[in-house]
């Protein structure tokens, strides 16, 4: 779905899109699904652009960082973004403000704005470093492979410092 910038007027235009994002691709190339991806809000005419105000939220499907099992993470966040043209100044837009708003600022091409590239772009911002299943997830166990949360295993885990690694030869050689 798109907004045509030059559609929107001085009265504000209503958004209200069920959004198909497709698949995503996460930090370790795997494929993150998202379902349910809907944007609510409005987009507003202003000086220097359009505003973009609205509401996105979403259901992507991700690994789990510790013991890559899928899990399910909502997403519900507040876009606020300043749509302009791409390749140039919007109009009457001053230095000491575009520093300012920078971050919000989203460069549109042939004055059309995707708003699943919108939606896409926002909800990789929203997703944590490394999603986790549940605060006590124990991951996986670095010798056999086995999931923690699931089974123990028989393994001897050495916490060593691999920054102190090297002293271990002092302490083998006794």
């Known amino acids: 779905m798109f907004i045509v910038l030059k559609d929107i007027h001085r009265e504000p235009l209503s958004i209200d899109a069920a959004l198909s994002v497709g698949d995503l691709e996460g930090p370790g190339g795997e494929r993150m699904s998202v379902r349910n991806a809907r944007l609510s809000g409005e987009a507003i005419r202003e000086d220097h652009g359009v505003d973009l105000e609205a509401r996105l939220t979403a259901t992507v499907q991700v690994l789990c960082s510790r013991c890559t099992e899928p899990i399910s993470l909502p997403v519900d966040t507040d876009v606020s973004l300043r749509l302009v043209p791409a390749g140039g ?5 001053e230095d000491e403000a575009r520093d300012d708003d920078e971050v919000r600022r989203f460069e549109v091409q042939d004055g059309k704005a995707d708003l699943e590239s919108i939606a896409r772009e926002q909800i990789y911002l929203a997703l944590p470093l490394k999603p ?11 010798v056999c492979g086995v999931n923690r949360n699931q089974e123990a295993c028989a393994c001897e885990a050495e916490d060593i410092d691999p920054r102190l690694a090297p002293l271990l030869q002092f302490k083998q050689r006794r």
């Open 89 to 93: 100044e919007a109009p009457g837009q």
């Open 132 to 142: 986790i299943c549940r605060e006590d997830c124990k991951g996986l166990c670095p």
